[in-house]
């Protein structure tokens, strides 16, 4: 996914990159689950496969927990905070 920075903040600007985040955060609580369904499947699929080969990386693993700091998982009220 890619983000183009605007030159100009506006509010819909600032709108659009919020609903761009949400976005992202409800992909990626997608991720373990298929990540389960593609380990346990057979295939001889090639595109199949080289999901399987992406999504059961340790990369993966790795870029998760790095997007989990900006996109806590709880989904509490704060100040400054916004309820995902």
């Known amino acids: 996914m890619c983000v ?3 030159k100009e903040e506006t509010l ?3 709108d659009n990159w919020i ?3 949400i976005y992202l955060k409800h992909t ?6 298929l990540r389960m369904v ?11 496969k080289s999901y399987q080969a992406v ?3 340790p990369l993966l693993y790795v ?3 790095k997007f989990a700091v900006y ?8 100040k400054g905070r916004i309820l995902l």
Do not use: H
Request: hydrophobic content about 35%; cysteine-free.
């Open 38 to 48: 593609l380990s346990a499947t057979e295939t001889d699929n090639m595109l199949l």
């Open 12 to 14: 819909k600007t600032s």
């Open 28 to 33: 990626l609580e997608e991720v373990e689950a």
């Open 4 to 6: 183009q920075v605007p």
């Open 63 to 65: 870029s998760l927990s």
């Open 71 to 78: 996109l806590p998982t709880d989904k509490g009220k704060g």
């Open 19 to 21: 609903t761009t985040i």
């Open 55 to 57: 999504i059961l990386s």
